[in-house]
């Protein structure tokens, strides 16, 4: 079965921490994008990443940053986090554009 | 820029019933698919169906279809002898051929009554 795994379901940290949320597939997918949920907001891109090393900013990519040194692991790193970036994070993959999105099970991260 | 909108923010039927969910979207292009996805409240997002734009006869997906209507940019999805387990937040998709990212609207929360 295809698989898209989050390192925290729920995730609560400070104002100015560093935060790493990491995400791994294993479906050797090229395509790999993390995604923003806010109630009535729907889904946002951040950042995409189409191949390793690749990256590109999606539609609200101000605050965060990521890292793709591996073809299954894409990480989402907000450098200081602040309480407006409090929300679901989700990240997906896919092995075709546009294609079928495999997502994982989203971060619930609090920012207090 | 693409935009999708979906207009209800909650609805809720009794098992068994046919629900009907809207989705409009907005492109100057011509080549494009659309999606409806599913979140339950387990959080795992699935996709339900899919439709190219090419393709005029409706997706069908056992007890999920979709109405297009790409004149009118309107991307429906209807279920029918709805059950309990279709209870979720629905998320119609909107994604260019060619290009990696997709549109999401904004989600209509679909409660199933016993």
Request: charged fraction near 20%.
């Given at each position: 079965d295809?698989?898209?795994?989050?390192?925290?379901?729920?995730?609560?940290?400070?104002?100015?921490?560093?935060?790493?949320?990491?995400?791994?597939?294993?479906?050797?997918?090229?395509?790999?994008?993390?995604?923003?949920?806010?109630?009535?907001l729907?889904?946002?891109?951040?950042?995409?990443?189409?191949?390793?090393?690749m990256?590109?900013?999606?539609?609200?990519?101000e605050?965060?940053?990521?890292?793709r040194?591996?073809?299954?692991?894409?990480?989402?790193?907000?450098?200081?986090?602040?309480?407006?970036?409090?929300?679901?994070?989700?990240?997906?993959?896919?092995?075709?554009v546009?294609?079928?999105?495999?997502?994982?099970?989203?971060?619930?991260?609090?920012?207090? | 820029?693409?935009?999708?909108?979906?207009?209800?923010?909650?609805?809720?039927?009794?098992?068994?019933?046919?629900?009907?969910?809207?989705?409009?979207?907005?492109?100057?292009?011509?080549?494009?698919?659309?999606?409806?996805?599913?979140?339950?409240?387990?959080?795992?997002?699935?996709?339900?169906?899919?439709?190219?734009?090419?393709?005029?006869?409706?997706?069908?997906?056992?007890?999920?279809s979709?109405?297009?209507?790409?004149?009118?940019?309107?991307?429906?999805?209807?279920?029918?002898?709805s059950?309990?387990?279709?209870?979720?937040?629905?998320?119609?998709?909107?994604?260019?051929?060619?290009?990696?990212?997709?549109?999401?609207?904004?989600?209509t929360?679909?409660?199933?009554?016993?």
């Amino acid at each position: 079965d295809v698989k898209v795994t989050q390192s925290s379901r729920y995730l609560v940290k400070r104002t100015g921490e560093k935060v790493f949320l990491e995400c791994v597939q294993d479906m050797d997918h090229e395509n790999m994008f993390w995604y923003r949920q806010d109630p009535g907001l729907g889904l946002r891109l951040i950042y995409f990443s189409y191949d390793v090393k690749m990256k590109e900013k999606g539609d609200i990519p101000e605050g965060y940053s990521v890292s793709r040194e591996k073809k299954e692991r894409f990480s989402l790193i907000l450098e200081s986090a602040s309480t407006n970036q409090t929300s679901m994070y989700l990240c997906a993959s896919s092995l075709l554009v546009p294609g079928k999105l495999f997502f994982g099970s989203g971060t619930q991260l609090s920012v207090l | 820029a693409q935009t999708v909108t979906q207009s209800q923010p909650e609805m809720s039927v009794q098992e068994a019933e046919t629900v009907t969910l809207s989705c409009t979207y907005d492109t100057s292009e011509n080549n494009y698919y659309l999606f409806w996805y599913k979140q339950p409240p387990s959080r795992q997002m699935i996709l339900v169906i899919r439709q190219e734009a090419y393709k005029q006869q409706n997706a069908t997906e056992n007890r999920f279809s979709v109405n297009f209507q790409k004149a009118a940019k309107s991307f429906s999805l209807k279920i029918s002898d709805s059950q309990l387990g279709d209870t979720a937040m629905y998320f119609c998709a909107f994604g260019i051929q060619g290009a990696q990212k997709l549109v999401f609207g904004q989600g209509t929360r679909l409660t199933i009554n016993p």
